[in-house]
């Protein structure tokens, strides 16, 4: 019994640590280290919600997805410029409303593939991204 509270508490612990860092880090962070630690949570949220999936925990897997959905909607596509962004602004946000619709797929229907198709999108684009930042630093 002491085990399993005292398991509780540094989980807790760790869960507060976490979130401290994530804090400071985006405190800290440019707009572009911002963009990539949206990339980030949404790619860490797709692969907690595809562990779920395997497992068969419906409640966690849905929370995960919506979360990697939230931080496309809300954050990746929500950030975008139009206005200044043109035509690749234009295809980012078509490209983002194409992994949410991935993922609520996935949701739905179980479908791991629509997972992993969403994952490796996020994937290409985070990688440009972050290609840019390094051209940009140099």
């Known amino acids: 019994m002491t085990y399993s509270r005292g398991a509780a508490t540094y989980g807790?612990?760790?869960?507060?640590?976490?979130r401290v860092g994530v804090e400071s880090g985006v405190m800290s962070a440019d707009p572009h280290q911002l963009i990539?630690?949206?990339?980030?949570?949404?790619?860490?949220a797709i692969r907690a919600g595809r562990i779920h999936m395997q497992a068969g925990n419906a409640a966690e897997k849905g929370r995960s997805i919506s979360k990697a959905?939230?931080?496309?909607?809300n954050?990746?596509?929500a950030a975008l410029d139009r206005e200044q962004g043109g035509e690749i602004a234009e295809q980012l946000a078509s490209l983002?409303?194409?992994i949410a619709r991935l993922l609520l797929n996935a949701n739905l229907r179980n479908d791991?593939?629509?997972l992993d198709e969403a994952e490796r999108l996020l994937d290409d684009i985070a990688s440009a991204w972050r290609e840019i930042g390094q051209q940009q630093s140099a």
């Open 12 to 18: 807790r612990g760790a869960n507060a640590y976490a």
């Open 36 to 44: 990539v630690m949206l990339f980030d949570g949404a790619q860490a």
């Open 69 to 73: 959905l939230d931080i496309v909607n």
């Open 75 to 77: 954050g990746l596509a």
């Open 96 to 98: 983002y409303n194409y």
């Open 112 to 114: 791991e593939a629509s």
